[in-house]
């Protein structure tokens, strides 16, 4: 599995309850510019429309050697699960959730993005674990200042 993108800040601004796997439609030259690395996922996020889920937002940048007459780099994009897991999913929104892209890799010469169930954090939530991050960095500096 090759990781083509991933969405660090996704990690820092949600609380990620859960991750799935899912296939996106592209055409031929956004396939050949994804695998380029030509992808951001940044500002992306997955909603569902018609009872089909589709990644809004996702920008997959024009394949030097395609096309670009009438190419939209920010077109919505399907993603491909089972009913069972739409369904699912569906009954998460209504709880209040989110869904939106963690990463954009290649498995077995398919692209897949992996989607997460996720909650906005709240402000002091993000203060808490930037001072746990620095606790364990301090923790760390010292314990390895001790062992020389």
């Keep these: 599995m090759k990781v083509v993108v991933q969405n660090k800040r996704a990690y820092y601004d949600y609380q990620i309850f859960e991750a799935l796997e899912a296939g996106i439609v592209l055409a031929g030259s956004e396939v050949k510019s994804v695998k380029m690395g030509r992808v951001s996922i940044n500002e992306s996020f997955a909603r569902f429309r018609g009872g089909e889920?589709?990644?809004?937002?996702?920008?997959?940048?024009?394949?030097?050697?395609?096309?670009?007459?009438?190419?939209?780099?920010?077109?919505?994009?399907?993603?491909?699960?089972?009913?069972?897991?739409?369904?699912?999913?569906?009954?998460?929104?209504?709880?209040?959730?989110?869904?939106?892209?963690?990463?954009?890799?290649?498995?077995?010469?398919?692209?897949?993005?992996?989607?997460?169930?996720?909650?906005p954090k709240k402000k002091y939530d993000k203060r808490e674990q930037l001072k746990k991050k620095m606790i364990t960095r301090e923790v760390e500096k010292t314990l390895g200042e001790w062992h020389l």
């Design 53 to 119: 889920l589709f990644l809004f937002n996702a920008h997959i940048a024009p394949y030097p050697a395609g096309v670009k007459a009438g190419y939209d780099p920010r077109a919505l994009r399907k993603l491909l699960l089972k009913r069972q897991e739409i369904d699912r999913l569906v009954g998460r929104m209504k709880e209040g959730l989110t869904l939106l892209p963690l990463k954009v890799y290649i498995k077995y010469g398919i692209i897949k993005v992996e989607i997460a169930v996720a909650r």
